[in-house]
């Protein structure tokens, strides 16, 4: 969620994304852990410094970029999970920036924070909401708990479903991640287990919806397009953002992709 609007927006924010990603920011996210605020709060670091990030980073000319895009039809989607319906939320980025508001680019930046917002480390991002004549608040977290890659919908994957004869298209799935299963000796503590355990569940979600598109594109006919960190690459030092090995992964997607070896046609 914190890298997509610079991909979407492409080259011009290359030199954004790659400090966002390497130059220690996204280390001092988790600076100042506290007790207190697992067991009277709900995460071990605030969000302070995580929502100064986004701030820091995506103002009017973003939101003003996205919307010109959304403009020629271009979709920019950002997945959150509401922790109150246990549901899945698609945020329309490209909508919300096409008002521009203050309040749109508020509500931009809160659905990035909160796409960022991972589980019991950062508190949930509570997001403004209006139903049946009220106004409330929504609890929203990352989107990795339900939706850990976001292809196409269910219906189409997993029921069989066919495009009419004349759709055709690629799919490009990039994942920030290992897919493929490893053996890893997991210390016996409670936060490596639980850890080793959540990661279990969200590659194994992963592998299903890599799988099922796959299948779908085939039945389709259409291009099927995949990169993700080899099952080989190091594993990193410690759990968090450690900047050192942000900076070694981010050359070696660099350098898959400088040498064409990015995309990868077939499931692993």
């Known amino acids: 969620g914190l890298i997509a609007?610079?991909?979407?927006?492409?080259?011009?924010y290359d030199d954004t994304l790659k400090e966002v990603y390497t130059s220690g920011i996204a280390e001092s996210l988790l600076n100042d852990p506290s007790i207190v605020r697992v067991l009277f709060g709900s995460g071990l670091f605030g969000n302070t410094r995580l929502r100064e990030l986004v701030a820091r980073y995506v103002g009017p000319e973003i939101l003003a970029q996205v919307a010109r895009e959304n403009a020629k039809g271009r979709k920019l989607l950002i997945v959150t999970t509401?922790?109150?319906t246990q549901r899945t939320a698609i945020w329309d980025m490209g909508k919300i920036a096409?008002?521009?508001?203050p309040e749109a680019l508020k509500l931009f930046r809160d659905v990035m924070a909160?796409?960022?917002s991972i589980p019991l480390v950062f508190p949930p991002i509570m997001i403004d909401a209006?139903?049946?004549g009220r106004k409330f608040q929504e609890m929203h977290v990352d989107g990795g708990v339900t939706a850990p890659v976001l292809t196409l919908p269910e219906a189409l994957l997993f029921q069989g479903s066919r495009l009419p004869g004349s759709a055709k298209f690629d799919i490009y799935?990039?994942?920030?991640?290992?897919?493929?299963r490893n053996f890893e000796l997991v210390s016996n503590?409670?936060?490596d287990v639980a850890s080793r355990s959540l990661s279990a569940i969200t590659q194994s979600q992963t592998r299903s919806i890599i799988f099922s598109t796959y299948d779908f594109a085939r039945r389709n006919r259409l291009g099927f397009h995949l990169s993700y960190i080899a099952r080989d690459y190091p594993a990193p030092p410690s759990e968090g953002f450690d900047t050192a090995y942000m900076r070694a992964l981010y050359q070696y997607g660099y350098d898959k992709a400088a040498t064409g070896q990015a995309w990868s046609s077939t499931l692993p």
């Open 82 to 84: 509401d922790l109150d």
């Open 114 to 116: 909160a796409s960022a």
């Open 173 to 180: 799935i990039l994942v920030n991640k290992k897919i493929e």
């Open 5 to 12: 609007p610079f991909a979407f927006l492409g080259p011009q």
């Open 189 to 191: 503590g409670t936060i």
């Open 98 to 101: 096409a008002v521009g508001t």
């Open 130 to 132: 209006e139903g049946q």
